[in-house]
């Protein structure tokens, strides 16, 4: 039996650590998997506060977890509290996904980027990163892994606009790759001659500010991507649509950044299906 399986039941147990963390989906989202696939695995809300979180995260293993993820606020603190993390991770600067192994020694990896990848492939299969630029829409801890896995993925040129244009300039200092910052003033111009529009801000979420762009450089064939998910169908992505260019929501990266973590803590490569989505939107109020 691994060492952190429940000693009377088996049951692997894995979690999601955050300040708060009542709201998080994925206690939803991997609880589906578990009764799918009929594993004997728990996957629960971890609640640590700043002030305790070093010796309640390290606590876990003692406490017969095999892994978690990490939200906000602990992605970069448990970065510097894992016993190892990957090259990804730490050029990201954050670690999403940890693994516990049977020694109790602590393995962060990060998933955003495969998980906004995997759901560009699969909603638009045809489309193709390498076929000219990006625009990025925002520069924080999502627009970090974003970059990441477009450099990795072959885009020729990402372009980044952000509000303040000096956390632009940092994260393309701190990923590199074929970089270039636009001036938030300019943000139509960069717009033009595009092969992907991805919104990784918060700007058109629920209760924040909208998201002031208009697309009439943007090419027709060009794929827009708003990671926002609450609403499920932001008005970057209803004017997108309207214009005649393929959208796809932010749903799909919250469901495919699960997968490393479901797959490393409970041995199944997990599958996202329609009811799995089904669920999530019903849970977040957003369906149809």
């Not at 978690?68 to 954050?94: F, M, Q, S, Y």
């Not at 000219?132 to 925002?138: R, S, V």
Request: aromatic share 6%; with cysteine.
């Amino acid at each position: 039996m691994h060492k952190n399986e429940d000693n009377r039941t088996g049951v692997r147990r894995a979690g999601v650590v955050g300040w708060p963390v009542a709201h998080s989906r994925s206690p939803l989202l991997h609880g589906y998997w578990l009764q799918k696939y009929h594993i004997a695995g728990s996957y629960e809300p971890i609640p640590i506060d700043i002030e305790n979180f070093n010796a309640e995260f390290r606590a876990l293993a003692d406490r017969g977890f095999v892994g978690c993820n990490v939200t906000v606020p602990h992605k970069e603190r448990a970065l510097a509290a894992c016993d190892a993390v990957d090259a990804n991770a730490r050029r990201i600067g954050a670690v999403n996904t940890v693994v516990i192994d049977a020694e109790g020694r602590f393995f962060g990896s990060n998933s955003d980027g495969f998980g906004f990848m995997e759901n560009l492939r699969l909603s638009a299969p045809d489309w193709r990163v390498e076929d000219g630029p990006a625009l990025l829409i925002g520069a924080g801890g999502a627009a970090r892994a974003i970059l990441a896995a477009l450099c990795d993925a072959g885009a020729p040129e990402i372009r980044i606009v952000n509000r303040t244009r000096h956390n632009a300039e940092k994260l393309a200092a701190d990923i590199g790759g074929p970089v270039q910052v636009y001036d938030w003033d300019r943000r139509e111009q960069a717009c033009a001659d595009v092969n992907l529009v991805v919104n990784s801000s918060v700007l058109g979420m629920e209760g924040k500010a909208a998201l002031d762009l208009s697309l009439d450089l943007l090419p027709v064939a060009a794929l827009v991507n708003d990671i926002v998910y609450t609403p499920l169908q932001t008005a970057l992505l209803r004017a997108a649509a309207a214009r005649g260019n393929r959208t796809v929501d932010g749903l799909g990266m919250l469901l495919h950044q699960a997968r490393p973590g479901f797959a490393a803590w409970f041995g199944v490569e997990p599958e996202v299906d329609a009811t799995l989505r089904a669920r999530l939107l019903a849970d977040i109020g957003a369906a149809g």
